[in-house]
């Protein structure tokens, strides 16, 4: 089932795929390895490459959301 999954209801969360493969509204269970904190207006993102990811709370704890640039 979807919380013994680590799913919240609604939100599927991915694996990560192979390197730079990221389609914007997809969501992580975490950003890839060697990913950058960057605070932009108020708001923390995380950037890998060219990709950015903006950390979200569900029921089951964080997880990161594909965004384009902010």
């Given amino acids: ?3 013994a999954a680590g799913v919240q209801t ?6 990560s795929p192979a390197a730079g493969n990221y389609a914007v509204g997809v969501n992580y269970a975490a950003p890839p390895a060697g990913s950058i904190s960057v605070d932009k207006g108020g ?5 890998n490459g060219n990709t950015w990811f903006k950390p979200s ?10 965004v384009p640039t902010p």
């Fill in 1 to 3: 089932n979807a919380y």
């Fill in 10 to 15: 609604g939100i599927a969360v991915a694996s």
């Fill in 43 to 47: 708001t923390t993102y995380y950037l």
């Fill in 57 to 66: 709370f569900g029921a089951n704890g964080v997880f990161y959301t594909v």
